[in-house]
């Protein structure tokens, strides 16, 4: 039980990191060019940084991230609070609560 309270935030950890690779892979609407499972945050556009996205390297084509193609003047929503706050708490505890129980079995 105390080997995998200790390693239960690593596998998490992982999980978090392999994520995009388990997503299916998706292709540019305009040129059919795979769209990168990772994208550099310096050529990330205000868009994607507020809803996720794919930026198209042979075309620069914008995609949300189901891969359908964003309008030029598309409006910048910004993220949805709420879903943020929930998700991040969700996960904090989910990393913390092995811990937790850890030390105090200790």
Known sequence: MNFVAVLWPFAGLAIIILLPYLQPARNCPDCGTPLPRF???A???R???LRG???CSQCGCEC???GNRL???S???PAPLLGTVLVSTALLGAFLLPVVIFL???
């Open 53 to 55: 996205g794919y930026l």
């Open 75 to 77: 409006d910048h929503r």
């Open 39 to 41: 994208q550099s945050s």
């Open 71 to 73: 309008a030029a003047n």
């Open 104 to 106: 105090w079995r200790s």
């Open 64 to 66: 949300d991230r189901k």
């Open 43 to 45: 050529t990330k556009t």
């Open 47 to 49: 868009a994607q940084w």
